[in-house]
């Protein structure tokens, strides 16, 4: 039996690829205990520097389980509760990483699937993929944070439109209004996603962790608030390795050299 969910770790980059393809990668308690399993192990590891979550097969991912739906029908709360409380940790903690993380939707993305490639900092799309809530056609409602996500997004009113009509929102629609940041043919999207987190990777990672906290947290603060953490921020880095590297760098007219990531702050 293969493995759900499958993990790597090479060269700072921590790659996180779902694998359940004749289930259309949906969402079981076994594929959300190997989703914080994975998570867990990137987050141990300081070599990180930027997370790819990626899926095998034609679907990215379908959301919760259907058919695991079916078979509990009669205890479907109750299971429902077991499987989003370790669901949502899933969340938290991706949304939460210092480092970068990049979604690669390599097709359609439905219900839960929505929060999991949404809760990503760089979201890239197959020209093949398609969106669509699909809660209210089933009597249930959005969860795994895709109606914050994707409220943020696109705003209030398209996303009671994509949750409540479940009409699929193609790719290009997709882009256009901000559900995606890019989006590819369908066989060249692994390798620009590869090429992004190669090219962020290579970067000063405490700049790029510093520069998460600041934009992500932006919008909770005072413009008092914001300047001093940006000021805080700028001053510990000026004393870093990397700005003298960068700065260096830069004045002879060649490509930095930026030394091993860690701690964001």
Known sequence: MSECVLTTINAGIGSIVLNRPDKANALDQA????LRNAIDRICADRSVRVVLIRATGKTFCSGGDISNFKSNIDGLAPMLEGLLGPLNEVILKLANMPVPVISVLNGPVG???IGLALVADFVLAA?????????SAIGLTPDVGSSWFLTRR???????????????VNADDCLASGVVDAIYP??????EADKLAESIAAGAAKSIARIKALVN??????LHEQLALEREYMVASGDSADAREGITAFLEKRAPRFGPGGSPV
């Open 31 to 34: 594929s959300v205990a190997a």
């Open 111 to 113: 219900g839960g699937g």
């Open 127 to 135: 020209q093949s993929m398609k969106l669509r809530g699909g809660y």
């Open 154 to 168: 696109v705003g209030p009113a398209r996303a009671r439109e994509i949750f409540i009509l479940n009409r699929p």
């Open 186 to 191: 369908d066989d060249q999207l692994a390798f």
């Open 217 to 222: 947290g932006a919008s909770q603060r005072t």
